[in-house]
């Protein structure tokens, strides 16, 4: 008895909700419990009677319950009709600014992965020799060009005369007649450290202005023995604290420190950037006339008459305070500069 009341219990919230539907399930139970008595029981006409009454008595209750249900419906479908439906383009829109968002982000962080930051001069060194490994083109931006002639200029010159190769090379250094610049950048570099460099020279106004004349000799010198370089300098009045050196494949930073810089491979956003601020810079500097290197042809070993006479055709003549000792070593630097990485 206990379990017949509560099992009433449970039943009876969900009839009294869905009373039409429990009546009509009743009636149908009646209906189909009439339907197979014997005629002894219950004649014919009266077993027809009751059954066509209930039927619509069924019918009818189950009319009511689909209207209740639409009518409860109703409100949902406005609900969502007004409400979100209407939402949903803005909050797509705003799907689709944070799906680009997060794509943005993930390539920002792909290319700063594709910056390298290099420790040590074996590093560095390598850096540079896989940016001139089969290169066709150069761009470098920085003091007065050291390393570019003792290295970066006679090997690429080299492999590309190997395999007849087109090579286009730009070149911006301090003007060596701006006493001013060069006093600047030979006083930085003092101040980082008045010692030798990897070259074994100290620095001094001197130096620097010999360095960027030996740089624009050694342009003139390799541009006559090869005819396909196409070699651009440019003479910058004012110094950088940084050396740029560019090749189709990869971007190389360094700084004083010869142990420190960075590194990036083309087609980063880093690389691409550097590449114009190269070309923009190099527009702004004062050109060396290049094309006038047939003026004056230099020999292997160029005399100290070719390099004073190549200077003032390109109306860049030499101080003349210089002996005859001071252009060899503008030449010698020129010519045999030394790696100022000692690699």
């Known amino acids: 008895m206990r379990r017949l009341v509560t099992g009433m ?103 700063l992965q594709l910056v390298r930051v290099l420790g040590s001069r074996q590093e560095i060194g390598e850096a540079l020799a896989d940016a001139r490994k089969d290169t066709t083109r150069w761009s470098f931006k920085g003091g007065t060009g050291t390393y570019l002639r003792a290295v970066t200029l006679p090997e690429c010159v080299a492999a590309s005369r190997k395999v007849r190769r087109h090579l286009t090379i730009t070149v911006e250094i301090v003007d060596p007649t701006n006493e001013d610049v060069c006093e600047a950048y030979a006083h930085y570099r003092r101040s980082l450290s008045d010692l030798p460099d990897g070259t074994g020279e100290r620095w001094s106004t001197d130096r620097a202005r010999k360095e960027s004349y030996a740089t624009i000799l050694a342009a003139f010198w390799h541009r006559q023995r090869y005819g396909l370089l196409d070699i651009s300098v440019g003479l910058s009045h004012t110094m950088t604290t940084f050396r740029w050196d ?65 200077f003032r055709r390109i109306e860049l003549p030499l101080p003349k305070a210089y002996t005859e000792h001071d252009v060899v070593d503008v030449t010698r630097k020129a010519l045999r500069a030394k790696d100022p990485y000692g690699s």
């Not at 292997?300 to 004073?308: A, W």
Request: charge should be negative; aromatic fraction near 2%; include cysteine.
């Open 9 to 111: 219990k449970r039943v009876a919230p969900w009839a009294a909700q869905n009373a039409d539907g429990a009546i009509a399930l009743t009636l149908a139970i009646v209906v189909g419990v009439l339907g197979i008595m014997p005629p002894t029981v219950i004649r014919d006409d009266v077993q027809n009677d009751i059954i066509s009454a209930a039927t619509l008595v069924i019918l009818a209750l189950v009319a009511t319950a689909l209207l209740r249900d639409r009518v409860r419906q109703a409100p949902v479908e406005r609900t969502i009709t007004s409400g979100a439906l209407t939402q949903l383009p803005a909050r797509l829109e705003r799907l689709d600014h944070l799906e680009s968002l997060v794509a943005g982000t993930r390539r920002a962080l792909d290319e």
């Open 246 to 310: 560019l090749s189709a494949t990869r971007l190389v930073m360094t700084v004083e420190d010869p142990n420190r810089a960075m590194s990036a491979l083309a087609g980063t956003f880093y690389y691409e950037n550097c590449d114009s601020e190269l070309r923009l810079s190099l527009e702004q500097a004062r050109r060396v006339p290049i094309e006038r290197y047939k003026a004056v042809p230099l020999s292997d070993e160029p005399t100290v008459e070719e390099v004073e006479e190549l």
